[in-house]
């Protein structure tokens, strides 16, 4: 006994000695970053944030700190622009230095650099400029992505008659239609709305989307070298990636056997073509595994970006019964009941244009998360941002 009274202050005393030893080598690790609230050992500041209430979390720190200042989320420093002006400096003046893009590791442990969304340098440069350029000026002739649009919404309304008014839970068929419009694109080719392979698709994605901010998947992304050791949820995540991604990949093999470099369908057959055109250099990026990565983030952000959108958009239409009055009032009288709504509308429409960009300010689009190495910046510090140098936006929805 007497033996262990005298260890327990060396022991703590030791404790003491690696803690002030961590905070002095973080600290001459990442001084050049701006000041902010002195983090504890493994966890950082998550102490110091409402998980409730993040951005009024961040609201409170950056009256004491400014506008900019460092959070420590778990041992990984996160700089955080709070504020209209912040942000604008650092997105808009200074934009080319801000480029980057820090990894959620959840995600870029699977994805390992490539694709689109979790990519950064040469390889981000090249399948954004190859994306953008594929979608813009898609099938060298073929259907544009309007006009498949345009379709769905057909098959869409459809779907919506057969409940025939009695009330229904609409979060899967708006999300059923725009997955069509992006296998459309991605591979040409439309689903039933009771096809099982889709019906699969979706649940992958759903789940996902619900998992993403688990308290065990922001764990994996706060210490990823030591949970993705252990069994969890983040396998199962992975998982269900894996199989989106092998989804894409056997596309890719049927487009491979019948594809005709002078009449691509879509996506798959434009990116497939290019890595034809580039076989014989050793740097080129369009190899099969960004293709494969690209499709998948193609397929997996713009089905739930855009669902979520239009059940968000539902929702506040109806508790604004007013604002949901004036847009069908102007879409009766620029577009009328005979004709389909197109781009050309849009400059005629500028109400239900302002609801539109009102709907996507108003929501969370996506769940906050613990992600590492990012510019994290604080919704409450956005809200009322003006869209131009004199006019300030009056919300619609509160």
Sequence with gaps: MELLGATTPVFIIFVICLVFLWVWKEGRKWGR?????????????????????????????????????????????????????????????????????????????????????????????????????????????????????????????????KTEAQPFDPTLILSLAPCNVICSTLFNERFQYDDEKLLYLMRLLNENFKKLSSRWNQMYNLWPKLIKHLPGEHRAFSKRLSNVKNFILEKVKEHQESL???????????????????????????????????????????TETTSSTLRYGLLLLMKHPEVQAKVHEE???????????????????????????????????????????????????????PQSRDVRPRPLFG
């Design 331 to 385: 879409i009766d009288s620029v577009i009328g009941h005979n004709q389909r709504p197109s781009l050309k509308d849009k400059m005629k429409m500028p109400y239900t244009e302002a609801v539109l960009n009102e709907i996507q300010r108003y929501i969370t689009l996506v769940p906050w998360h613990h992600s590492v190495s990012i510019i994290v910046f604080s919704l409450a510090g956005l809200q009322g941002v």
């Design 33 to 161: 970053l701006p000041p902010g609230p002195t983090p504890l050992p493994i966890i950082g500041n998550l102490m110091q944030l409402n998980l409730k209430d993040i951005p009024a979390s961040l609201s409170k720190l950056a009256k004491e700190y400014g506008p900019v200042y460092t959070l420590y989320v778990g041992s990984t420093p996160t700089v955080v622009l709070h504020g209209y002006e912040a942000v604008k400096e650092a997105l808009i003046d200074q934009g080319d230095e801000f480029l980057g893009r820090g990894p959620i590791p959840i995600i870029s442990d699977f994805q390992k650099g490539h694709g689109i969304l979790f990519s950064n340098g040469e390889t981000w440069k090249q399948m954004r400029r190859f994306s953008l350029m594929t979608l813009r000026n898609f099938g060298m002739g073929k259907r544009s992505i309007e006009e498949r649009v345009q379709e769905e919404a057909q098959f869409l309304v459809e779907e919506l008659r």
């Design 260 to 302: 005709d470099q002078n009449s691509p369908r879509d996506y798959i057959d434009c990116f497939l073509s290019k890595m034809e055109q580039e076989k014989h250099n050793p740097m080129s990026e369009f190899d099969l595994e960004n293709l494969a990565v690209c499709g998948s983030n193609l397929f997996v952000a713009g």
